[in-house]
């Protein structure tokens, strides 16, 4: 890649400085300013975690202009849903080639942030409640896009995870769960897939823009991960141009008249802004020109796009309940299809990366076209109104239908309305009228099947028992109809698992008693307990956990083994089989635990995945690795992550809860050395690895019996409040050659 330091520093002497600052705003919506006298040209950006939306006409943040025609690829919901690093990397391939063709150098996605609430109206667009599975995919679809030319922008950095409030709220995290839930998952693409730049976020953390944090945009990721490609702002988000450029931004966009470059040349003329951090942005953004520089355009099969977006969908869709073998449809069997989503397809989400389709596969047409393959015959009728009308008269229809059928497919689920960027829900049932629907089919119908369209979860209590079969496909993208079908028929084996968990209760989730927050303000209370990891160490139940999918054969795991493979590093290897009588795909998953360390731990962490392909019968070992991060937790008093001495368990799970074989093992850990003084808790002096051994004898406590009560009671105060209230005859000098032995120059000699 092109860095800041192979720019020749002479060239930018030699620009005025009005264009210099003019290049760190956008020429427009969706451009950069060319600056042809330091040899610097346009660069040309567009939206596009799953599908491009270029817009060569009239310009917009909200798709309320048309885009060009583009593959809409499986959103964010679906590939979190693939657990697979290959559905990332082969959707963000194409997508490149297509960015390629339409002559755009740098693409807007992937979005990696967290769900931390199902409420968020933004989660179609996102992996996973799990910081590692989101970076893993996320890097994979970075290294893969950029592979191909363009360049990405890894958004919204950071701890933005609602729409409610969103140009303004501060999200209130603390430094534990903001380093171990809400930036790993960016430190992992920066640091291993080296993506060209990074958006900022609308949101505040604790007060502070994060487009104007240098804590964030300067210690963190540039100094702390090594980031050095362009930062950038989301559309229209910063309001003070000059504090952002001292923070670490480079770019502000759209540009055009919202931008602030007045605001940038009174401060350097009045010497309260140096032309040095001006100088270092340009020269970032000459970087990035050069790095983004497209090869040939080569025509685009779109025919084959739109064949990729079938299969990655295909491997995208969550099996959540199979009851009485009712799939895959049998053959020969009287089909009714039922619901109006199967002749409109829900298949994308709202807002900035709402993509114009070039094709998209209708769900009842492809179940039609793959049933007569089976000698199925297929019925439709409505049933509901997307509108929210209830009308008796369609519901009549469908239930007369399926009672004639040997089973039914319901296709249920949102509406973009419902669900959108800008928004957040109130709710994640499903609208009362389609509840009714199903409740009435499965009173009708011998065996009944739903199909799920929509970006966040949505309960599945008052029908869930009354339905054999729940496939849940999320949003699919344009080949989602023929996915689905080739799902329904058996056509494909499905293969996909819970990114988040499906919780029985919205006010069961651990962010529903803060979510969105008030009077400005969200606290992220829950801590680190996000989803799963609040669930598991609750043992709270779920209607479903995450990690959880079914699949049309079996699969069983008949071994884990355990090899230190470096300091307080594991390698994992998993003996797994396909025990039944169908190909498929298994995901393999690893959760880490430990109660060692000063810290609340979860219950269990995801620290590895990986997705492999059985022919029945057969047998692999699958290896992952486990480094030492994996067992880490962020330590506040040092600043950094420490790995506890201690035991620690790794398990192997069918989900988040349900353990399928786990092995202990001892890890040396990090001793942490602390410097005592009066101050310090009588409990930090009798820990201390260095002098904690002769605390007691040098306070005259192991010349009389003293009980754990009260030891438990005189842990907590201060060195000098226990002398103060002992009133025990201890020398200064004494303490004071403790205290000694723990100051980091001892330590250090």
């Excluded at 969550?318 to 039922?338: C, Q, T």
């Excluded at 419902?418 to 011998?446: K, N, T, V």
């Excluded at 001793?671 to 201390?688: C, N, P, Q, R, S």
Aim: hydrophobic letters at 40%; one cysteine or more.
């Amino acid at each position: 890649m092109t860095h800041i330091s192979d720019v020749p520093h002479d060239e930018l002497s030699r620009v005025a400085v009005e264009r210099k600052v003019a290049l760190l705003s956008g020429r427009n919506f969706w451009e950069t300013e060319a600056l042809d006298e330091a040899g610097i040209p346009g660069i040309v950006m567009s939206d596009g975690p799953h599908g491009l939306r270029h817009q060569s006409g009239s310009h917009d943040h909200l798709a309320v202009y048309e885009s060009d025609p583009a593959t809409c690829f499986p959103p964010g919901v679906a590939v979190g849903s693939s657990w697979d690093p290959s559905v990332a990397d082969r959707l963000a391939t194409a997508l490149g080639a297509e960015a390629v063709a339409q002559g755009v150098n740098l693409v807007l996605g992937p979005g990696i942030n967290i769900k931390r609430s199902p409420l968020n109206g933004r989660n179609f667009e996102y992996y996973s409640e799990d910081p590692h599975l989101s970076g893993v995919l996320g890097a994979a679809f970075t290294r893969a896009l950029q592979a191909a030319g363009p360049g990405v922008s890894v958004k919204h950095f950071a701890a933005n995870n609602q729409e409610t409030n969103r140009q303004t709220i501060s999200s209130d995290v603390d430094p534990r769960t903001l380093r171990e839930i809400y930036l790993p998952a960016f430190e992992c693409v920066v640091t291993q897939a080296d993506p060209a730049s990074v958006m900022t976020s609308y949101n505040k953390i604790n007060g502070v823009h994060t487009w104007q944090s240098r804590w964030l945009l300067t210690d963190v990721l540039r100094s702390e991960w090594g980031f050095g490609g362009v930062v950038l702002s989301d559309w229209s988000s910063v309001t003070d141009r000059v504090a952002a450029l001292e923070a670490g931004l480079d770019l502000e966009m759209p540009g055009g008249t919202t931008a602030h470059d007045g605001d940038v040349l009174v401060a350097l003329n009045l010497g309260t802004l140096d032309e040095a951090v001006i100088d270092t942005s340009v020269r970032r953004i000459q970087a990035l020109a050069a790095r983004t520089k497209l090869p040939a355009a080569q025509p685009v099969d779109y025919d084959s796009h739109h064949q990729l977006a079938r299969e990655l969908a295909a491997e995208s869709a969550v099996l959540l309940r199979n009851e009485h073998g009712v799939l895959p449809i049998p053959e020969g069997a009287r089909l009714a299809v039922i619901g109006a989503f199967a002749e409109t397809p829900r298949y994308q989400g709202g807002g900035s990366s709402h993509v114009n389709a070039a094709r998209v596969d209708q769900p009842l047409e492809q179940v039609k076209i793959v049933a007569e393959a089976h000698r199925v015959t297929v019925d439709y009728a409505a049933g509901f109104a997307l509108d929210g009308t209830h009308v008796q008269d369609l519901q009549d229809e469908a239930v007369t239908l399926a009672a004639r059928a040997d089973v039914a497919v319901v296709f249920a689920g949102l509406t973009e309305q419902r669900e959108s960027e800008g928004i957040d829900r109130d709710s994640i049932s499903l609208p009362a009228e389609q509840i009714a629907l199903i409740r009435a089919i499965a009173a009708a119908s011998p065996r009944t099947v739903v199909v799920l369209a929509n970006g966040g979860v949505v309960s599945l209590e008052g029908w869930h028992d009354d339905a054999d079969a729940i496939l849940e496909g999320f949003l699919l993208g344009q080949g989602g109809g023929r996915a689905i079908a080739d799902i329904l028929f058996g056509d494909v084996n499905p293969s996909g698992h819970l990114a988040e968990t499906i919780p029985l209760r919205l006010e069961d989730h651990p962010s529903w008693i803060n979510f969105p927050g008030e009077q400005g303000h969200v606290s992220y209370g829950e801590g680190v307990l996000v989803g799963y990891r609040y669930f598991t160490s609750a043992d709270a139940p779920v209607r479903y956990a995450f990690g959880h999918g079914l699949s049309y054969t079996s699969f069983e795991t008949t071994g884990l083994t355990l090899t230190a493979s470096g300091p307080d590093s594991v390698r994992a290897d998993v003996e797994v089989s396909n025990a039944g009588s169908r190909t498929g795909k298994h995901v393999v998953q690893l959760y880490v635990s430990s109660p060692a360390g000063p810290v609340r731990r979860p219950r269990r962490e995801l620290r590895g995945f990986a997705k492999v392909a059985l022919e029945p019968g057969e047998r692999i070992t699958v290896s992952i690795d486990l480094p030492r991060r994996a067992f880490a937790y962020w330590d506040v008093t040092v600043d950094g992550w420490i790995v506890s001495p201690g035991e620690y368990v790794v398990a192997v799970g069918a989900d988040a809860t349900t353990v399928l074989a786990q092995q202990m093992i001892a890890l040396d850990g990090d001793t942490i050395a602390v410097e005592l003084d009066l101050d310090t808790a009588l409990g930090k002096w009798l820990e201390h690895p260095e002098v904690g051994p002769r605390v007691m004898s040098t306070l005259g406590l192991d010349r009389g019996p003293v009980t754990e009560e009260q030891l438990a009671m005189i842990s907590s105060m201060t060195m000098s409040q226990f002398l103060h209230i002992s009133g025990l005859p201890v020398e200064p000098e004494a303490l004071e050659s403790l205290m000694a032995k723990t100051r980091k120059e001892e330590l250090t000699r």
